[in-house]
């Protein structure tokens, strides 16, 4: 099948949806997603979206914020377009239909998480995502511009390579005309073209045994653009949640809200006593990166799997009424929060770096933005600050949208572009090839590149992974192409360019914490 659009989106979450809803007026769209369109990493947000409302907050405030937690990497210039600009977006989002909680007074309940200063996270309980998610899909099913595909998974973005032409790094002119899709239905690979592509496939959690992500976030996006010859960068920057319910083999990892320190819980150890401000004069609310790592460390000090979260010592009601799906999950596992203390371990959560963009969402290709997870727009720097990603995507799909309407007019289809050849490809019958393969690379991913590092750690990592890499090229070569290879693929890819970078950068910063390099910022 070969089809032709204006904008191609993949991906259908906060950052795909919202761009799709602003140039859905302006030619046809169409949104490719590989599972259901619910499914992705904006659904199971809990927290909430970080936005300066009301004083005492300010911009500067906030930017300050973002910038101390960027461990001196974010960029200034996008940290402030992104802060000075949150207000307006979140107003938008509100008029799409996303409701957020509201106090007695009629005022936005702000919620503070680690490293904000002040209160100012909107949220919709603790299921913000699933909120969020839930009013964007609405708009698109009311828009008649907008195609939604579902269960078609984006196998790679289609440049100048696809026509014979070579294409390295320094290629100063690649462009993007659409992308190859295969069909979960029909089993075929389509070709679509376009003048416009996003990518917005999420983050790449999978990369590690332990995750908060859904299993959709394979780095899907990062690697396409990766294997394009597209800028890829600061992928060592994994943000590793210090609060995953500690429930051993439930994949993924249920997410503990940074909200509930926030709201007065507090981390503990076996014996019951507070151990944070040990490591933090923040106690249980500093910054994401230093709690989990001090978690991890006493871990490995006392042999422990898990430690402890404690919200037993706040107001019942409140509780239950603030954070209902935690208090539902921990109790269908037999934990009560009101009157247990809750298991903690923590999980990859989220990938800081990923596609280069520049302000207005512009790839290194000709006509591809990249906007969420799977881009690095200089935000959020070695660390993200919580609750600014869905802010994050809601600015950087706009300001793609606005450059694109401006572009789309002058660009052509290419119509000489080849369908997809899978002559000569067979059948796969050995599913434990793939399997056994991602099991090994989540456990050296986990082992040797996780919350603390070392250069043997890496190296060790690095060249396990290039057995994995050369046996599943060798596979994906002779296979008709599934999902789980190309995802497989992809994920080897991601673990490659994590470990890469990390490797490069010879000192700790931020969330790239390594024992080789003491740390001589502060
Ligand atoms: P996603 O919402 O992950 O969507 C990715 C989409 O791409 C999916 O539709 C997927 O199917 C599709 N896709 C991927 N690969 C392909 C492919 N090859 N072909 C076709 N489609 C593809 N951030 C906050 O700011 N506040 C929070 O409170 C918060 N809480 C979180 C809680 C959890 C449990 C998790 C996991 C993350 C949380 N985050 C939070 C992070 C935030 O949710 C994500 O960064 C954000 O939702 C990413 O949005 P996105 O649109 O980039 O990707
Ligand atoms: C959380 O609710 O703790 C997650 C917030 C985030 O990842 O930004």
Same mark, same amino acid.
């Given at each position: ?46 927290? &909430? #979206?970080?936005?300066?409302?009301? +004083? $005492? %907050? /300010? ?9 101390? !937690? ?93 026509? &014979? #032409?070579?294409?390295?790094?320094? +290629? $100063? %002119? /690649? ?9 979960? !239905? ?102 994401? %990166? ?233």
């Amino acid at each position: 099948m070969r089809k032709k659009v204006d904008f191609l989106v993949i991906g259908s979450g906060i950052a795909g949806l919202s761009f799709a809803l602003k140039v859905a007026d302006y030619g046809k769209v169409c949104i490719i997603t590989k599972s259901r369109a619910e499914e992705g990493s904006t659904k199971y947000a809990q927290g &909430g #979206i970080a936005a300066v409302m009301y +004083t $005492p %907050d /300010t911009y500067e405030k906030h930017i300050e914020d973002t910038m101390i !937690a960027g461990d001196e990497l974010s960029d200034e210039n996008i940290v402030r377009i992104t802060i000075t600009e949150s207000t307006e977006r979140v107003k938008e989002l509100i008029e799409w239909g996303a409701n957020f909680d509201k106090n007695a007074s009629g005022k936005y309940d702000l919620a503070k998480e680690g490293g904000h200063s002040e209160f100012r996270v909107l949220h919709h309980k603790d299921n913000t995502g699933n909120e969020i998610e839930r009013a964007l899909l609405k708009s698109i099913a009311n828009h008649p511009n907008i195609e939604m595909l579902e269960n078609c998974f984006t196998v790679d973005i289609i440049t100048q390579h696809h026509l &014979g #032409i070579e294409v390295n790094r320094r +290629t $100063p %002119d /690649t462009r993007c005309f659409g992308a190859y899709v295969l069909n979960e !239905a029909t089993h075929e690979i389509d070709t679509y073209l376009s003048k416009v592509t996003l990518i917005a496939t999420g983050g790449n959690g999978n990369v590690y045994n332990t995750t908060t992500n859904p299993a959709i976030s394979t780095g899907d996006g990062i690697a396409m653009v990766y294997r394009a010859k597209g800028r890829v960068e600061n992928m060592e920057f994994i943000q590793f949640h210090p609060t995953s319910l500690y429930n051993p083999n439930e994949k993924p990892a249920f997410l503990i809200t940074e909200a509930l320190r926030g709201f007065g819980a507090i981390l503990k150890s076996h014996d019951g006593r507070e151990f944070m401000q040990k490591y933090d004069p923040r106690g249980s609310l500093a910054s994401r %990166d230093i709690v989990a790592r001090a978690i991890d460390s006493e871990m490995k000090i006392n042999g422990w799997d898990y430690l402890y979260l404690d919200a037993r010592h706040l107001d019942k009601n409140k509780l239950i009424e603030h954070f209902p799906t935690i208090y539902a999950k921990c109790l269908s596992i037999g934990i009560d929060i009101t009157r247990d203390m809750i298991p903690v371990v923590p999980a990859a959560h989220y990938n800081c770096g990923g596609i280069k963009v520049d302000e207005w969402g512009r790839s290194s290709i000709h006509n591809l933005y990249a906007s969420g997870e799977c881009a690095s727009t200089g935000l959020h720097g070695a660390n993200r600050l919580a609750s600014n990603s869905l802010l994050e995507s809601l600015v950087f799909s706009h300001r793609a949208s606005i450059d694109a309407l401006k572009e789309v007019s002058k660009i052509d289809y290419c119509d000489d572009i080849p369908d997809w050849n899978a002559e000569g490809m067979v059948m796969n019958e050995e599913m434990v090839l793939i399997t056994q393969s991602l099991k090994e690379l989540q456990l050296i991913m986990s082992n040797y590149v996780g919350i603390v590092r070392s250069n043997l750690r890496l190296k060790r990592a690095f060249d396990r992974l290039e057995i994995l890499y050369s046996e599943t090229e060798d596979l994906y070569d002779q296979s008709i192409l599934t999902t789980k290879l190309c995802e497989l693929r992809n994920l080897i890819n991601i673990g490659y360019l994590i470990i890469k970078m990390a490797m490069e950068r010879k000192e700790s910063i931020g969330l790239h914490y390594s024992i080789d390099y003491p740390r001589i910022r502060d």
